[in-house]
């Protein structure tokens, strides 16, 4: 799968991706709302994990390259989240910190946002971070997402504050 953007391809994630996935994993500035820096095997772990996701349900996270770069400098993407005992499709992102404040998160996202109202047909999408991920509500918020509850995430046992949109709320 592909998706284009003015300045992005988002694409399926291979086992090539390793190293530029681990990047990202293992800086502990990036990785600072999910605990601390990953170690390897959780990297390998991540991307079995999306490669799974693509043959059970067509979506992942995939990875961003800059057109024309051939680089990964970060992972946008659909997955499921449960939240309060509901599964619902969520718009996740994480991107090396040597790209931050450029837009590419939220020019991604948006572009993922779209695909999953137009391709697959979803009514209600969410983006959720712990509340003090600042920059990540800022993405939810630039691709038309308000805040729509606290929940507490079954994974880490954190509450996080959960953004949606309703397919009704923009036009495509």
């Known amino acids: 799968m592909e998706l284009l953007t003015e300045r992005l391809l988002l694409r399926d994630i291979t086992g090539d991706d390793f190293d530029a996935m681990r990047e990202i994993h293992g800086d502990s500035e990036t990785m600072h709302f999910y605990g601390g820096a990953f170690p390897p095997e959780t990297t390998t772990r991540w991307i079995e994990l999306i490669r799974q996701s693509y043959a059970e349900h067509g979506f992942g996270f995939w990875a961003v390259e800059r057109l024309g770069e051939g680089r990964m400098i970060g992972i946008t993407g659909i997955t499921y989240q449960l939240v309060d005992g509901e599964s619902i499709p969520e718009i996740g992102y994480l991107y090396n910190r040597e790209f931050w404040g450029n837009g590419y998160a939220t020019e991604a996202a948006t572009a993922c946002r779209d695909f999953a109202f137009r391709e697959m047909k979803f009514h209600r999408l969410i983006s959720w971070m712990v509340p003090d991920n600042l920059p990540s509500r800022r ?11 606290e929940a507490v995430s079954p994974k880490s046992g954190m509450v996080h504050v959960v953004y949606s949109i309703d397919h009704d709320q923009i036009e495509l």
């Open 139 to 149: 993405v939810a918020e630039r691709m038309g997402m308000t805040v729509w509850k």
